[in-house]
């Protein structure tokens, strides 16, 4: 009976293990247990994407009770879009039988690109992938990769005031925003990226910075049929 036990204990852990190597750790042992439970999972590409929607998920609450039903969902960060098929295959896929929805969602970029083209191959009508979109009525062109001011990524949804101080040092008035500068200076872009993960969730980081995000915290709720 021991030696049963023992090997049963051995396969039972293997997919958590699996889960910790393939997210870089981002994902501990604990959380995995929880992420690979739930019936409802939303697979974004890394850490930050996790927190931001969170933290959004949160200031909407506060706002309408339909958002608290978003934290029926549980969110696994892949580490990236590249990751996206790996997760799948080695990991989620033995565990589609008890998953209701598994939406990836991707930035509208060339790695977030080859990530959805990857999960759209998937078979599995509880399978989905979405990009991140200001406004979902608005089609994307998925004919090919977006480049340029077609991109959209996780950082174009926070207001351009949450970042104004770092923009108004190069005093160009056509820039503005963190899309205008990663195809303009991408120092600068970066130092954008930096300062919102730094700052998202501290107090003075004001919460209607967040307002676009109920684009995508709308979009979720319809998938995941809350």
């Known amino acids: 009976m021991r030696i049963i036990f023992s090997?049963?204990?051995?396969?039972?852990?293997?997919?958590?293990?699996?889960?910790?190597e393939l997210t870089d750790n981002e994902v501990d042992f604990f959380d995995s247990s929880y992420i690979l439970g739930a019936k409802n999972l939303l697979v974004v590409e890394g850490p930050n994407d996790k927190r931001y929607l969170e933290k959004a998920i949160s200031i909407f609450s506060k706002k309408d009770d339909k958002y608290k039903k978003l934290s029926q969902i549980a969110i696994l960060p892949g580490n990236s879009a590249g990751n996206a098929k790996a997760l799948y295959e080695l990991v989620l896929k033995n565990k589609m039988q008890k998953i209701d929805h598994l939406i990836y969602l991707f930035d509208f970029d060339e790695g977030g690109y080859d990530g959805w083209k990857s999960i759209k191959k998937i078979v599995d009508g509880k399978v989905k992938c979405l990009f991140y979109q200001l406004d979902y009525n608005e089609p994307l062109d998925t004919s090919n990769k977006p480049t340029g001011n077609d991109t959209i990524m996780v950082e174009d949804f926070f207001s351009e005031k949450a970042y104004e101080h770092i923009v108004s040092k190069e005093k160009l008035d056509s820039k503005h925003s963190h899309k205008d500068f990663r195809n303009f200076k991408t120092n600068i872009a970066s130092s954008i990226k930096t300062y919102i993960e730094n700052n998202y969730s501290k107090e003075s980081f004001k919460e209607e910075w967040y307002d676009s995000f109920s684009s995508v915290l709308n979009k979720l709720l319809v998938e995941f049929e809350l």
């Open 7 to 20: 090997i049963c204990k051995i396969e039972s852990t293997e997919p958590l293990k699996r889960l910790a």
